[in-house]
């Protein structure tokens, strides 16, 4: 319990010190400082785009935003001068003369949502935007893990689990036990055979009456949705693997078949194969240097991470970044904060050769992760 607690403490804490962060960097943005750190402009990452629905245990509140604040997100950055841009047209306008700032707005992995709630909005504003496609997920082949275990973890006040050496009991009756639950099993995904420890997931879940791919099924767009989707000329579609694994966990053969595989599902949709790709999870240690050159190899335009930064001319078109748009923080205050890209140079400058910046790093990403 001891530890649950602690465990509450630091994420309450966190997220004051990314909003104090935040609120600071929107003060020297509107003051005018800084102005050369926003570059040339920011990709945007979203997933859930969906009215709030309040659930008492939500570890992934994280990785949605409502249609409001989206909308709020458009007009800001319209406000800023921002022009919008298809992902894939970025490689050009970094490379024109017109040194005005761009946004691009990518959504991972094909929620129903997607369709139902963000294409209105994005039509609405005449905003372009790309869906990255977990094919496993449009085919019913696969899970969507930090799904499953919010479901599991809400309906269980105890399960057993196998963390590799036999079943253990795993207690989950309050916010705090569910809460320290749920980051242990999701660091025993990233740490170990990411395919097992899911596989291992899914069977508890059964056990307790929770079907991981009934899940999938009512979260995620099948083909038919897909197509409904990129009816809108506004929308396209880019690769996001088969199985959604961390490619720098995969052997060669393994990660380049997950990415060109991702592709062939997403042509078999579109007729024509796509240029974009997001890295899934798309922070290090999950993609690396070997998966920027797949990517390259296999003939993709742009490749994005998930690692925080504005654009420059000179980014690796296979390496780029992005910049979350976190359900902890929507407000219109911190999308002109996170545009400004004064969060990330201050970090940079402040603390290049300090030994807290990896952490404070750290921060900035894991709350646009499952």
Wanted: proline fraction near 5%; charged fraction near 20%; charge should be positive.
């Amino acid at each position: 319990m001891q530890h649950s607690l602690a465990t509450m403490v630091r994420n309450h804490l966190r997220r004051a010190a990314i909003a104090g962060g935040l609120e600071a960097a929107h003060a020297l943005a509107r003051a005018g400082l800084m102005a050369e750190a926003r570059g040339r402009g920011a990709i945007f990452t979203l997933h859930h785009v969906r009215p709030k629905d309040h659930r008492a245990f939500d570890p992934n509140a994280h990785l949605e935003i409502t249609p409001t604040f989206l909308e709020k997100t458009i007009l800001t950055l319209k406000r800023r001068g921002h022009r919008f841009v298809a992902l894939e047209e970025l490689p050009a306008c970094l490379a024109s003369a017109d040194k005005g700032p761009v946004a691009c707005f990518t959504l991972d992995d094909g929620y129903r949502n997607n369709l139902e709630w963000a294409l209105p909005v994005f039509e609405r504003h005449g905003v372009p935007f790309t869906v990255f496609v977990t094919a496993g997920y449009v085919d019913r082949t696969h899970t969507l893990w930090w799904e499953t275990l919010a479901d599991l973890l809400s309906a269980r006040h105890e399960f057993r689990f196998d963390f590799g050496d036999g079943a253990e009991l795993v207690s989950s009756g309050t916010s705090a036990q569910k809460q320290t639950a749920f980051d242990r099993i999701a660091s025993y995904v990233h740490g170990a055979d990411e395919a097992r420890a899911v596989a291992a997931l899914n069977r508890a879940a059964l056990e307790h009456g929770i079907d991981p791919f009934a899940i999938t099924e009512q979260l995620t767009l099948d083909e038919s949705g897909l197509r409904a989707l990129i009816a809108s000329p506004l929308a396209s579609l880019g690769a996001h693997t088969i199985s959604h694994r961390a490619l720098a966990r995969l052997n060669d053969d393994e990660a380049r078949r997950e990415i060109a595989s991702s592709a062939a599902r997403v042509e078999a949709i579109t007729g024509r194969p796509p240029l974009t790709v997001a890295y899934p999870y798309g922070f290090r240690p999950t993609v690396s240097a070997r998966d920027h050159r797949l990517a390259a190899d296999l003939g993709f335009a742009v490749a994005v991470t998930t690692e925080p930064g504005t654009l420059s001319p000179g980014v690796n078109r296979h390496a780029v970044p992005r910049i979350s748009l976190n359900g902890h923080f929507q407000s219109a205050r911190y999308v002109s904060a996170l545009a400004s890209g004064i969060p990330f140079r201050l970090l940079h400058d402040s603390f290049n050769r300090n030994r807290f910046k990896d952490k404070i790093m750290q921060h900035f990403k894991v709350l646009q992760r499952p």
